[in-house]
């Protein structure tokens, strides 16, 4: 099987038939490890994230009014490219299964912000709606573009995330000095 839209089918396929036959299959533990930098003049959080092809390092500076430098991509930005690459990339691979080719896909994620819980100084939602708008370019019916959009949102990791609370479990280890 080839690829349609950058989505290797063969690949979906081939896993998909494995967790049908071993639902064990179908769990991936992910870790992200990372160090809040004391030193002065670079990012302020820095991660080496391994994955399946390597490793990569992601850094982190909170904007100028959080304390930070505002020099390299904060918190949210992070957490919204997330979103917005998990969604775009689940749409991509539903489109493919419903064999629906794509000739341009574009993705924007926003949301407003408010800072004022973070200082202590409300109750009020840090964040009341996240807004993301896929564009589309296809010949293919827009039923079917939008048959595509429905699994993606039913499908998406990052979107069932956002959608429903999921367990948080926090721990703290503390070492003397």
């Not at 956002?162 to 000095?177: A, D, F, M, Y």
Request: hydrophobic share 40%; net charge neutral.
């Amino acid at each position: 099987m080839n690829k349609l839209n950058n989505v290797d089918m063969g690949k979906v396929m081939e896993f998909g038939g494995q967790i049908r036959n071993d639902s064990s299959k179908a769990r991936r533990t992910q870790v992200v490890e990372g160090e809040w930098l004391i030193k002065e003049g670079g990012p302020q959080f820095q991660s080496a994230v391994t994955f399946e092809g390597g490793q990569t390092m992601f850094e982190v500076d909170n904007p100028t009014f959080m304390g930070g430098g505002g020099k390299y991509p904060g918190p949210m930005h992070y957490c919204f490219f997330g979103l917005a690459s998990c969604y775009t990339g689940t749409f991509a691979t539903m489109a493919a299964m419903l064999g629906i080719e794509i000739k341009k896909l574009t993705t924007r994620v926003e949301a407003d912000v408010n800072f004022s819980k973070v200082f202590g100084l409300s109750e009020s939602p840090i964040m009341e709606e996240v807004r993301v708008k896929l564009h589309v370019v296809s010949d293919a019916p827009a039923e079917k573009i939008k048959e595509a959009e429905a699994l993606a949102l039913q499908r998406c990791p990052v979107v069932f995330t956002l959608r429903n609370p999921v367990k948080l479990t926090p721990s703290i280890e503390i070492t003397k000095v």
